[in-house]
């Protein structure tokens, strides 16, 4: 099998790495990490390489999201995989899945429907989902959110779902009372009560986020950057003085971040 000449063909495509990911997981002469995987243990890595695509994005690495697209391919791969070998089913059957899914959902494309505006294609690919939850005896509003999306993401798509039947405030205004109302209670909760109370402040943040049209995901990610910037640019300017962040002070370092964001706001103007 090592001799394969598929392993070996450049232009040998998702064939090519079917057989790559069946042979790391042989019996006879696989990789045994590979060997001790299974789907609970392969998943985290499935989620951490869609982020990092995000990333990659995010960053405008053109070159870089080749490779982690390619690392997310490979995470199908192996999933599929693994379903074969307990005989769940096969890659050949996830691409004809996913290949027929989108014809279905596309008859404005691949048939004689007609819709002229991404508005109208949402609410017919909504009404889509609706009649394949009803084919999978999938009564519940809520019941096909899928529990592995990051915990925001899902409180998102959770509050979707209760808005289309009407369970949802017509107002920001309302969203932002509630919010109020959650920061507190949280503040007033006795320490036992706090971790239910934070998340509660979290779900109403995430559900201002969908009134705005905001991807809290996003959002935070970019939060995220910019404190990395930010605080990296306290360190670049004590380094240069021969110093750390432990030997400054919470107010040194309050003016330095300070500094840092009026620059960011002038490159800003300039640009």
């Known amino acids: 099998m090592a001799d394969d000449p598929l392993i070996h063909d450049p232009q040998g495509g998702l064939a090519r790495l079917a057989r790559i990911m069946a042979r790391l997981r042989s019996p006879e002469g ?7 995987q299974d789907f609970d243990s392969i998943a985290p890595y499935t989620i951490e390489e869609a982020y990092e695509v995000a990333d990659a994005i995010a960053r405008r690495d053109w070159d870089g999201l080749k490779g982690e697209l390619g690392d997310l391919l490979f995470q199908t791969v192996y999933h599929a995989q693994m379903a074969e070998e307990a005989g769940y089913f096969t890659l050949d059957d996830v691409l004809r899945g996913i290949a027929d899914k989108m014809i279905a959902r596309h008859p404005h494309v691949f048939g004689d429907a007609v819709i002229d505006s991404a508005e109208a294609q949402t609410e017919a690919w909504e009404q889509v989902k609706a009649r394949e939850r009803a084919g999978r005896a999938q009564h519940g509003v809520l019941d096909d959110v899928p529990i592995g999306h990051a915990a925001l993401t899902r409180a998102v798509k ?8 009407g369970f949802d405030w017509p107002e920001v205004a309302q ?3 509630k919010i109020a109302e959650e920061a507190r209670e949280l503040t007033e909760a006795a320490p036992a009560d706090r971790f239910e109370e934070y998340g509660d402040l979290l779900f109403v943040m995430a559900n201002l986020a969908r009134h705005l049209d905001i991807d809290p995901e996003a ?3 970019a939060a995220n950057d910019k404190f990395t910037r930010r605080f990296r640019a306290i360190e670049a300017t004590l380094a240069a003085q021969g110093r750390r962040p432990q030997d400054s002070d919470l107010a040194e370092m309050d003016a330095l971040w300070n500094a840092a964001k009026a620059a960011e706001s002038n490159a800003t103007e300039r640009s």
């Not at 959770?158 to 039947?165: C, E, I, P, T």
Request: hydrophobic share 50%; aromatic share 4%; with cysteine.
């Open 30 to 36: 696989g990789c045994p990490w590979d060997l001790e």
């Open 219 to 221: 959002a935070l990610r």
């Open 175 to 177: 969203v932002v009372d």
């Open 158 to 165: 959770l509050q979707k779902r209760a808005a289309r039947v």
